[in-house]
């Protein structure tokens, strides 16, 4: 199993960016899926997660309103896009898997099992 993102880079405040990520060999029926970032010197914090199997997606407060993940199964990818960006949005972000987790669980980023290795988004003030 493998998760590759792509789609980070330098933007502007009030900018939008999109990322995906490319879920090779996973049923998305049967996983979880997340996106989490970290900044320099701070621990991991999720940003949204999504659950296919029941329906369910969370964001954390910051991102609410502004940023929204789906997932495509017939082309597996999950994808977050962003917009409104701030300059506390600047971070590296991860995509994320996991099989076992549920709608109580989801957004405990030590639970997940498969991670990408992320890419830069930059955002200037």
């Known amino acids: 199993v493998q998760l590759v993102e792509s789609g980070g880079g330098s933007v502007q405040a009030g900018g939008s960016l999109t990322l995906s990520c490319a879920a090779s060999?996973?049923?998305?029926?049967?996983?979880?899926f997340g996106w989490f970032r970290q900044a320099p010197g701070k621990d991991r914090d999720g940003v949204a997660v999504i659950s296919h199997r029941s329906s369910v997606t969370r964001y954390a407060d910051s991102v609410r309103g502004r940023f929204t993940i789906s997932g495509d199964n017939a082309k597996n990818t999950v994808t977050l896009h962003m917009t409104n960006l701030k300059s506390e949005d600047t971070a590296v972000y991860y995509c994320a898997a996991d099989r076992f987790l549920n709608a109580a669980n989801m957004s405990s980023a030590d639970l997940y099992n498969y991670w990408g290795k992320g890419t830069q988004v930059t955002v200037s003030s």
């Open positions: 060999r996973f049923n998305f029926d049967d996983y979880v």
